[in-house]
């Protein structure tokens, strides 16, 4: 189990980038989690905005705790120490239980396929969003 795992927490990374084009992307990377295609730039737009020079997602992270409010917000992402910079901050955060902004609802497909909405992992998972521009040059 991961860090992030051993939080009751679920990590989806999202760009606006296809279906296919994530399917190649996480296999080449081999990454361990979903990556939800927002082909629609509608997520994208609700949480991280969009680079409108290369029409794509900023890199961002959101942590959205059980209840559906956000407790966290990274917009300095370092892709090197992202994995253990995302497990800190969810250790810094999540226990604080408090009064804060609720988390707008989505749709998204990963690469398997399969789609996730936000509002079906409330009060069973803790939810890590973490957007980043596009997957250049991979379709």
């Known amino acids: 189990m991961s ?6 927490s679920v ?3 999202v760009s606006v980038d296809t279906v296919d084009s994530h399917k190649r992307f996480k ?7 979903s990556l939800l295609a927002d082909t ?3 997520v994208s737009h609700q949480y991280s905005g969009i680079i409108e020079r290369f029409n794509a997602s900023k890199r961002t992270t959101f942590i959205i705790d ?10 300095e992402v370092n892709v090197k120490t992202h994995g253990e910079d995302v497990a800190a901050l969810l250790k810094e955060v999540l226990p604080k239980i408090e009064v804060g902004q609720p988390a707008p609802d989505f749709i998204a497909t990963d690469s398997t396929g399969k789609t996730h909405q936000l509002s079906e992992l409330i009060e069973k998972k803790n939810v890590v969003l973490s957007f980043y521009p596009r997957d250049f040059g991979r379709g």
């Open 3 to 8: 860090e992030i795992e051993a939080t009751e």
């Open 11 to 13: 990590l989806f990374g």
């Open 27 to 33: 296999a080449e990377q081999a990454f361990g989690f």
């Open 40 to 42: 629609e730039f509608k």
């Open 66 to 75: 059980k209840a559906g409010y956000i407790r966290a917000i990274d917009t």
